[in-house]
Nanobody, 124 residues
Framework: QVQLVESGGGLVQAGGSLRLSCAAS????????MGWFRQAPGKEREFVAA????????YNANSVKGRFTISRDNAKNTVYLEMNSLKPEDTAVYYC?????????????????WGKGTLVTVSS
C-alpha cells in the first residue's frame, strides 16, 4: 500500500508559479510510475503529467506543455510538479497518483493509488 500526500497548493495570480510536492510512503516508491491529475469544479478528473519509474521519460498533457514540469526524487520518495505561467483555467484540485502503468496509459486507467489532492486557484 502506497500513501500519497500532496502539498504546495494555494492562491496565485495569473502568470505566476507554484511548485507542488507529493510525498510517498510505503514500499518500493521507485517501482511505480508517478503522475499528476487535476479536477476542476464540475469537470472530470484529467491527466496532467507522468514520469516513469526509471526517471527517463516524462509526458505532459497538451494543455500544460511548455509550462509544467514533472520530476521525481526517488531518494526522497517525492514527486514534484513545477507550474509556471499559470492561467485561470489551471484552477483545480491537483492529485498525485502512483501506479505500474501511469506512464503507459497517461490516464486514470493506470493509477493504483491516489492522494487526497491540493487546491490550486489562479486569479485573473
Amino acid at each position: 500500500q502506497v500513501q500519497l500526500v500532496e502539498s504546495g497548493g494555494g492562491l496565485v495570480q495569473a502568470g505566476g508559479s507554484l511548485r507542488l510536492s507529493c510525498a510517498a510512503s510505503g514500499p518500493s516508491f521507485s517501482n511505480y510510475d508517478m503522475g499528476w491529475f487535476r479536477q476542476a469544479p464540475g469537470k472530470e478528473r484529467e491527466f496532467v503529467a507522468a514520469i516513469s519509474r526509471s526517471l527517463i521519460s516524462t509526458y505532459n498533457a497538451n494543455s500544460v506543455k511548455g509550462r509544467f514540469t514533472i520530476s521525481r526524487d526517488n531518494a526522497k520518495n517525492t514527486v514534484y510538479l513545477e507550474m509556471n505561467s499559470l492561467k485561470p483555467e489551471d484552477t483545480a484540485v491537483y492529485y498525485c497518483a502512483a501506479g505500474k502503468q501511469v506512464y503507459a496509459y497517461c490516464g486514470i486507467t493506470g493509477v493504483d493509488y491516489w492522494g487526497k489532492g491540493t487546491l490550486v486557484t489562479v486569479s485573473s
